[in-house]
């Protein structure tokens, strides 16, 4: 019997999870409500009154199948290796039922801890429910394919970056480079090409030695393609952007990339370069062990022919991708590169990935359309295998070519805890993964992040198990136990974190350098507000000894500079419109008990709004502050992240932290301060805002502020500083 997955808690709150539905819509409940005594009668009051009141605007019923967070991250799951089944089947679309979860919480015991998900429990309908994703297939043997396109002669390029990687690196320098790996020396530099900051590391400390960085390319013509991806490459994309220009040249010489700057306008070109890689990868990888096999079965036994041309497995990409939809945007990528005869299991996949149904109007933001429009399901994954004119979907893990999954599908497609213990754990097809990318990762922060770092902690381990593998043709640094230093990991992000940088610095030790590529400066979201709105906007510095203290810094700083302010107008309407924007669901529970608890604020009406509330609970928490009910009202950034909330009534915007997102900056601060301009709620130029940082603030401050300013506001002995 499968054991049952525990999950790790999240970045910022709660832990989240889904079942493995399809198509089916999300709820955003799950927690409970809090409960204390003066919240408890407020609720009371707000539930009476809710039958009478209309909520300010019909878009919760727009948005009831969006992304949410209040589903337990605990889901009963099978390890992948029990899908390795004795008989290869035909796989066809199977039934797509829906599983039912029970979802049960509890009140957190401590401001300081999230609330954990307890287990989520599947019903049976009378018969077993299966996952869409299941795949009953065996475990293939060796290939011994020998044929070969005829146009497609796989000749070896000296110049060829897969050769000088991964084949016949110049053995000197590649153990310097592992040496300087092992007792952490590194070596940086930074540069700019075509707008777009570069700073590289290269294991080294003697820069003067290092090899340059490869130099920027106008096209696909300049690019080391097999044969049969040329013509479709150039037909594609003749001619590459600026931005292009400068990531083609790092992505395809394998280094590691962290790149700060996807957006909804460059996610196609970002996402057609990491598939022409990948499906390129592949290709060399593929035909090598074609054409060796072909030497050998020419030469017979007593061949001299030992290659060294494989890993333990045969998986060699994997795509780690926040949605169903994100995953479909891929295969399609991927199948106009290849353009292949045939695409087994098509109907299945497009059963099990693709909804249709338009789901949001255009005046949704552009980057929240993008990542929830279509299936939004973030537990999934799935095998692709290519053959010579044929893409088959849904193969079994140990018989695929590229892995696509978000990181709780293939967490649970690894096994849980309890199957750790009873070692029924199986992540053996993560053994020889070669490449990586991690699409959207700004949205995969919003998931579960521990999951992702779960997954990182066992790529290229040795595996456990044979696999029929034939040890005489796997490369030595495989055997080696070397593996993780020739892996490429490119990272594609909105915008650069601390958890991203601690990533890509973290598991980024690949032989040939990992690189951060970021604007080379930030105008700041501030600049791009006077056409919005025009209002005082009050950045307050606190100080913090160090990360860890920061917290409880930042609480302090709150509770005895910025609530003050608010008890003083607790009993006059100039306290009615104030918005609390609160990032983390840690400090949003801090504050919430601080607010109910303490007595000091004991004459302010508040209301809360996190990623927990259901529709109906944030529907009336929204009417109650506009009509003034609440006069002040807690608002999470998750909340915002998987809603979009218009809020009305605003006149006052207090950032206990500011948002990763700079997006958010301006949603929040332009978008409901001028709602209220147009609802006259507030006289124009009257609204005001109030944010608090620190020191280790600086990413976020620098996209809010500017490149310009953030430097004079982190060091200068002054911690107040006004923008009007």
Same mark, same amino acid.
């Given at each position: ?64 199948? %969006? ?33 039912? #979860? ?45 044929? #070969? ?24 320098? =590649? ?22 900051? =570069? ?22 013509? %300049? ?23 400068? #990531? ?46 072909? +030497? ?109 999954? %978000? ?15 009873? +070692? ?5 097809? =993560? ?191 929204? %009417? ?61 130029? +009257? ?38």
């Amino acid at each position: 019997m499968p054991g049952k997955f525990k999950g790790a808690g999240r970045r910022g709150g709660p832990p989240k999870g889904k079942g493995g539905k399809g198509k089916g819509k999300r709820s955003f409940g799950g927690a409970p409500k809090f409960d204390s005594a003066r919240y408890a009668d407020i609720d009371e009051v707000e539930n009476e009154a809710s039958e009478e009141e209309q909520p300010p605007s019909d878009e919760e019923s727009e948005i009831d199948g %969006s992304a949410s967070e209040g589903e337990p991250d605990q889901a009963t799951s099978r390890p992948y290796f029990a899908l390795m089944q004795s008989l290869s089947k035909e796989s066809s679309a199977p039934h797509a039922k829906r599983r039912k #979860l029970e979802h049960k919480s509890e009140e957190p015991k401590s401001s300081t801890k999230p609330e954990q998900a307890q287990a989520a429990t599947i019903e049976e309908d009378g018969e077993e429910e299966r996952d869409i994703d299941q795949v009953e297939e065996a475990e293939e043997e060796p290939e011994d394919e020998i044929v #070969l396109d005829d146009d497609d002669e796989d000749i070896p390029d000296s110049s060829d970056p897969f050769e000088t990687h991964f084949v016949s690196p110049d053995q000197d320098i =590649l153990q310097k480079r592992l040496m300087a790996i092992q007792a952490n020396e590194v070596s940086q530099s930074n540069s700019v090409q075509n707008g777009w900051r =570069l700073i590289r590391n290269l294991p080294g400390k003697d820069s003067s030695q290092s090899t340059p960085l490869p130099p920027s390319i106008s096209g696909p013509s %300049s690019l080391k393609l097999k044969n049969r991806l040329v013509e479709t490459a150039s037909r594609k994309r003749p001619t590459f952007d600026k931005l292009e220009q400068v #990531l083609y040249p790092l992505t395809f010489a394998y280094n590691d990339i962290l790149f700060c700057g996807r957006t909804t306008r460059n996610a196609e070109n970002l996402r057609r370069m990491a598939c022409l890689h990948s499906v390129n990868h592949v290709f060399k990888t593929r035909d090598r062990v074609i054409k060796n096999n072909a +030497k050998l079965a020419k030469d017979g036994e007593n061949s001299d022919f030992e290659p060294r041309d494989q890993g333990f497995t045969r998986p060699k990409v994997l795509m780690l991708l926040p949605t169903r939809n994100s995953a479909v945007k891929m295969v399609n990528t991927i199948c106009s590169i290849c353009e292949p005869d045939q695409q087994e299991n098509r109907k299945r996949f497009d059963e099990s990935y693709l909804d249709k149904e338009a789901k949001f109007s255009s005046d949704r933001p552009e980057d929240f359309r993008e990542l929830f429009e279509g299936n939004d399901d973030d537990m999934f994954r799935i095998g692709i295998k290519f053959t010579r004119k044929t893409i088959k979907y849904f193969a079994q893990f140990y018989n695929s070519d590229i892995l696509m999954a %978000s990181p709780l599908g293939l967490r649970m497609a690894i096994g849980s805890e309890e199957d750790k213990k009873q +070692k029924k754990m199986d992540f053996d097809f =993560l053994s020889s993964i070669e490449v990586v990318i991690v699409d959207q990762a700004d949205a995969l922060l919003m998931q579960n992040w521990e999951h992702v770092e779960y997954i990182f902690e066992h790529l290229n381990l040795q595996p456990r198990e044979a696999h029929d593998c034939d040890f005489s043709r796997v490369r030595e640094w495989y055997l080696d136990k070397q593996a993780q230093h020739f892996r490429q990991t490119i990272v594609l992000s909105a915008f650069n974190t601390p958890e991203l940088a601690e990533l890509h610095r973290r598991f980024g030790t690949n032989w040939a350098g990992r690189v951060r590529v970021q604007p080379e400066a930030y105008a700041g979201a501030i600049e791009e507000l006077g056409s919005i709105i025009k209002a005082k906007q009050t950045f307050s510095r606190f100080e913090a000894f160090s990360v860890a203290a920061e917290p409880d810094a930042r609480f302090e700083y709150f509770t005895s500079a910025v609530v003050p302010t608010l008890t003083k107008r607790a009993n006059t309407k100039d306290l009615a419109g104030t918005l609390i924007f609160v990032p983390s669901y840690l400090d949003f529970v801090r504050v919430r008990n601080y607010f109910a608890t303490n007595p000091a604020c004991s004459g302010l009406a508040f209301g809360a709004i996190s990623e927990y509330a259901d529709v109906p609970e944030a529907s009336r928490a929204r %009417s109650h502050f506009l009509n003034g009910r609440h006069q002040v009202l807690l608002y999470t950034e998750r909340a915002h992240h998987f809603r979009r909330y218009v809020i009305r009534g605003v006149r006052r915007v207090i950032m206990y932290g500011l948002p990763d997102n700079p997006i958010f900056y301006k949603e929040i601060v332009g978008g409901y301060l001028s709602k209220s301009e147009q609802d006259l709620k507030l006289e124009l130029g +009257k609204g005001t805002v109030r944010v608090m940082f620190s020191k280790y603030d600086l990413l976020k401050l620098e996209r809010i502020v500017g490149s310009k300013r953030v430097g004079r506001m982190i060091k200068e002995k002054g911690d107040t500083f006004d923008f009007i």
